[in-house]
């Protein structure tokens, strides 16, 4: 499971909860309904959104919810599940975009993939997935060739991008499938005036989704050797920093100009996690049950960098890092340094798993139910550590004024 929009349970009201659930289960069966079993690894918390925005502008029927059979993830619980014409969308659009994944790891040879049989295999399923999530789309009046065309872009913009390079021009394929998508609710909900501020809202969590990625990415990238915008373009943190706030920012002001008929799960996903999320990346989070004034949230090092407003992390330029993002000798992050917890520097992370021991180790999670309850897991690809879903937590609550997550 993967994305950036994972809410505290204790943030989330009981009603809101269960919505959050029936959005994620409804897009997990739509793409076993649509797709097949197999398809049900492409799951991930982002793409629910889609199905989120789809239901909040339209009036809610009872056909919108099914009940739904007992399943690991739930420890064995039925529960009532979105269904229709987001759940769908969803799937097509997780689809489309896994496949572009697959595709970028068959190219950077990465794991097993750089074995041509499997390489072989992995290719034959995306272009599984691409006429799959092409023929769904058709049948909702969604072109996906919007999405495969900015994830074809992306390669290409990456191998021209260097040092000065604006991050923003590194992050607008990104940008333009996520608007693409996010507007397309707006259509499935006969609700043509919302195009345009979904769109917007949508080319900025797209902006967001990528930015995030790259921080938390960048020791990894830099000690694999692999591309990172951040690296690449010599951008500080304190820039992308700017930019996620400002994203973070835009997309408030952007569902402020829609008109729905209940957002409250909007409001709570687009306005408050978001912002989380963002905490989380940089470092900035605080969390009360774990007794420190700065703690890596889910899907960050656990290695001690919590202390400065950005995790004193030695990729971000600055005395406490190298001149382009990395520590130097004898410093933070470099060889004995003197900040790691670790005698001789930080202590080695395990490499990303390839595609296809990703999905194994996924399916394995998945059928244990640690992803849903466990307090600590291993990503299934990333192998960061992360937390279950559903853990309660003991985080402090947003304030932001005309809140109306209750």
């Known amino acids: 499971m993967f994305g950036i929009v994972r809410p505290c349970s204790h943030r989330l009201t009981e009603r809101l909860k269960t919505e959050w659930m029936a959005h994620l289960c409804g897009l997990c069966l739509a793409l076993r309904a649509d797709h097949g079993q197999f398809a049900r690894v492409v799951t991930n918390y982002d793409g629910l959104i889609v199905s989120v925005l789809t239901e909040a502008q339209s009036e809610r029927t009872p056909d919108a919810r099914r009940t739904a059979g007992p399943c690991p993830l739930r420890a064995m619980r039925t529960t009532p599940v979105a269904r229709g014409e987001g759940a769908r969308l969803a799937a097509a659009v997780s689809l489309v975009l896994a496949s572009a994944k697959v595709r970028d790891h068959v190219a950077d040879r990465d794991g097993l993939l750089a074995r041509r049989p499997i390489a072989a295999a992995a290719r034959k399923v995306a272009r599984g997935w691409d006429r799959a999530g092409a023929k769904a789309g058709a049948d909702l009046g969604f072109d996906t060739a919007v999405l495969l065309d900015a994830v074809d872009r ?100 952007a569902l402020r100009d829609a008109r729905f008929t209940d957002d ?51 990729f ?84 932001c004024d005309g809140c109306c997550c209750s």
């Open 154 to 253: 992306q390669p290409e913009i990456e191998a021209l991008a260097g040092p000065g390079t604006s991050l923003l021009t590194v992050t607008e394929p990104t940008e333009t499938a996520t608007a693409a998508a996010f507007a397309h609710t707006a259509v499935l909900a006969g609700q043509p005036h919302n195009e345009a501020p979904l769109a917007e809202a949508g080319r900025l969590f797209g902006r967001l989704a990528h930015l995030l990625d790259a921080v938390e990415d960048q020791q990894a990238d830099a000690a694999s050797g692999a591309w990172n915008p951040l690296t690449a373009t010599r951008t500080p943190l304190t820039e992308a920093r700017r930019l996620a706030d400002d994203a973070v920012h835009g997309v408030r002001l």
């Open 264 to 314: 409250r799960l909007v409001h709570v996903l687009l306005a408050h996690e978001l912002a989380a999320a963002v905490d989380r990346a940089f470092g900035t989070v605080s969390c009360s049950h774990q007794g420190q004034s700065a703690v890596p949230g889910p899907g960050r090092p656990q290695d001690g960098y919590g202390a400065g407003p950005y995790g004193g992390n030695p």
């Open 316 to 399: 971000a330029g600055g005395p406490a890092g190298g001149a382009h993002g990395g520590g130097a000798p004898g410093g933070p992050g470099g060889p004995g340094g003197g900040s790691s917890p670790y005698f001789g520097g930080e202590p080695p992370r395990p490499r990303p798993r390839s595609f296809l021991p990703g999905c194994g180790m996924f399916t394995y999670l998945f059928c244990t139910c640690q992803m849903c309850c466990a307090k600590e897991y291993e990503g299934p690809w990333s192998r960061k550590k992360r937390q279950g879903c559903c853990r309660d937590a003991d985080c402090p609550d947003c304030n």
